[in-house]
C-alpha cells in the first residue's frame, strides 16, 4: 500500500516499466521548471544531474532491448535466452542507476537546502518507495533531510525514519521518532511492536556484534551461495548455535534440493519463505528436524536472518481460534527477515545471515497466498540453486525428528 509523505497527499510522477511476466519499476522526479545556467550549478547538483542523465539513457536502451525482444523470432530459443539475460542484468544495473540518482540528490540537498528545493518531490519519492521495498539503507538520514521542510507529512516521516533506525539497529536513532508518532497517537502495529522493544533490541544486538567479530576472527563457518532471479545470495550460518539445522541445510544443498524453488511468500516489513518444492506452504524433504531454538546461546533475529520455517495449526474449529506453532516441524523450508522479529525467536531457529547479495532480498516479488483473494497472477522469484562454498571438515548430516508431518 502506497504511503502519503506530502500533506496535500499529492504525488510524484512515476515511470513504470515492464516486461515478459517481471515486473521492474524504476523512478525519476523531473524538477519542474528548474532554470539554471552553468555558472549557478554546485557540484553536487552537478552530480545530481549527471546521475539522473545515466539513468533515463539506460532507461532508453532498455526500452530498446524491450522492442527487440517483442519483435523477435520466438522461435528462435537462444536468442529469446539470450534476451532475457541482458534484461535481468539491465534491470540490476538500473537499480545501481537509480541508487545513485537518490544519493546524489540528497547529497544535493543536504549541501544547500534552499538551492534545491525542487528535488524535495525526488527525495520523498524514494523515501515511499524504498519504504514499500523494505530498502533501509541510508532511508532514515534521508528522511531527517526532509522532515522540517513545509507541506511534508511530518507523522508519517517520523514512522518512516523510526522504523528504518530500528531496522538498522540504530536504536537511540529510532526512538525520538517513534515517540514522536506515538504522542500523536498515530503508530501503528509496527509501530508499537518496535517501541516496545527498543531496549530488549539494543542489548541484543550489543551480543551480537561481540559474538560477530569473535565470528569474524575465526573466519571458519560455513557458507552457502544462493542463485536467485533476483541475483546471487551468500549466506553465513550459525553452526556453532545451531549445528543440527546447519547439518540438515547443508546437506540439503549438497543433495541439490533447492534447485529452482520459488519464494512463495515474500511480505514487505517481515520475511521471504522459500524452501517448499510444491510452493504451496505445505512441502518439505520429508522429514522433521530437531529444535534448536530453545538452547542457551540460540541466536536472534535482525536484518538479514535466516530461520527455520515450521508449521503453525489451529487450536480450534473457527477462523478465530488461537494457533501455534508445531514443535519440530522444520524440515525444508526457511526464511530471510527483512527486519527485527523479536517474538519470532521463541518458536523458531535462527540459523544464519546474509552476508553478500542483500540487494537481490529486498527486490524479490512480495507476493502473500494467504491474502483472501490471493495473489494468483503474481509470478514468484525462484531459488535457481544452492551451492556450498565453505564448510567445516566433518560430515553434515542432521538429526532427524520424525517423518513427514502436515498441520491440522
Do not use: C
Not at 525542487?118 to 519504504?131: A, H, M, N, R
Not at 497517537?185 to 550489543?206: H, I, N, P, V
Not at 521471504?272 to 522433521?288: H, Q, W
Request: glycine share 8%.
Amino acid at each position: 500500500m502506497a504511503v502519503e509523505l506530502t500533506s496535500s497527499g499529492s504525488r510524484s510522477s512515476r515511470v513504470w516499466f515492464a516486461v515478459a511476466g517481471w515486473l521492474v519499476a524504476f523512478f525519476t522526479t523531473i524538477s519542474a521548471g528548474a532554470q539554471e545556467s552553468a555558472s549557478a550549478i554546485s557540484p553536487q547538483r552537478a552530480a545530481y544531474q549527471e546521475a539522473e542523465r545515466a539513468l533515463r539513457d539506460h532507461l532508453k536502451q532498455m526500452w530498446s532491448d524491450m522492442i527487440l525482444f517483442h519483435t523477435a523470432d520466438p522461435d528462435d530459443l537462444q536468442r529469446q535466452v539470450e534476451m532475457r539475460g541482458k534484461w535481468r542484468d539491465s534491470s540490476f544495473a538500473s537499480r545501481t542507476l537509480r541508487r545513485k540518482v537518490v544519493e546524489a540528490a540528497a547529497e544535493a540537498f543536504r549541501a544547500s537546502p534552499q538551492d534545491n528545493m525542487d528535488l524535495i518531490p525526488v527525495l520523498l519519492q524514494s523515501i515511499e518507495q524504498d519504504y514499500e521495498a523494505d530498502a533501509y539503507d541510508g532511508l532514515g538520514e534521508r528522511v531527517e533531510l526532509l522532515i522540517d521542510q513545509p507541506g511534508v507529512n511530518v507523522v508519517k516521516l517520523h514512522e518512516i525514519a523510526g522504523i528504518s533506525f530500528y531496522v538498522m539497529a540504530q536504536y537511540d536513532r529510532a526512538k525520538p521518532h517513534l515517540t514522536k508518532v506515538a504522542e500523536a497517537d498515530k503508530l501503528d502495529q509496527r509501530g508499537r511492536a518496535a517501541l516496545g522493544t527498543l531496549t530488549e533490541q539494543a542489548e541484543r544486538w550489543e551480543e551480537e556484534q561481540a559474538i560477530r567479530a569473535a565470528e569474524a576472527m575465526a573466519d571458519n563457518l560455513p557458507r552457502v551461495q544462493l542463485k536467485t532471479t533476483r541475483g546471487d545470495v551468500v549466506l553465513e550460518l550459525f553452526e556453532d548455535q545451531a549445528p543440527q539445522t546447519v547439518g540438515n541445510f547443508i546437506s540439503l544443498v549438497e543433495q541439490g534440493f533447492y534447485t529452482d524453488i520459488p519464494f512463495y511468500m515474500v511480505i514487505s516489513g517481515v520475511m521471504a519463505i522459500t524452501g517448499d518444492p510444491t510452493g504451496e506452504g505445505s512441502g518439505n524433504a520429508g522429514y522433521r528436524i530437531r529444535d534448536e531454538n530453545l538452547r542457551e546461546d540460540a541466536r536472534h533475529s535482525f536484518r538479514g536472518s535466516i530461520g527455520m520455517a515450521k508449521l503453525v495449526e489451529s487450536m480450534g474449529d473457527s477462523e478465530q481460534a488461537p494457533q501455534r506453532v508445531v514443535p519440530e516441524s522444520a524440515g525444508s523450508q526457511f526464511f530471510l527477515t527483512y527486519q527485527p522479529l523479536p517474538g519470532i525467536d521463541d518458536h523458531h531457529t535462527i540459523f544464519g545471515r546474509v552476508i553478500e547479495g542483500w540487494e537481490a532480498i529486498e527486490s524479490l516479488t512480495r507476493i502473500n497466498p494467504r491474502k483472501k483473494d490471493g495473489d494468483r497472477n503474481v509470478t514468484p522469484d525462484r531459488l535457481l540453486e544452492a551451492t556450498v562454498i565453505r564448510k567445516r571438515d566433518h560430515a553434515y548430516v542432521p538429526e532427524i525428528a520424525g517423518g513427514s508431518v502436515r498441520a491440522k
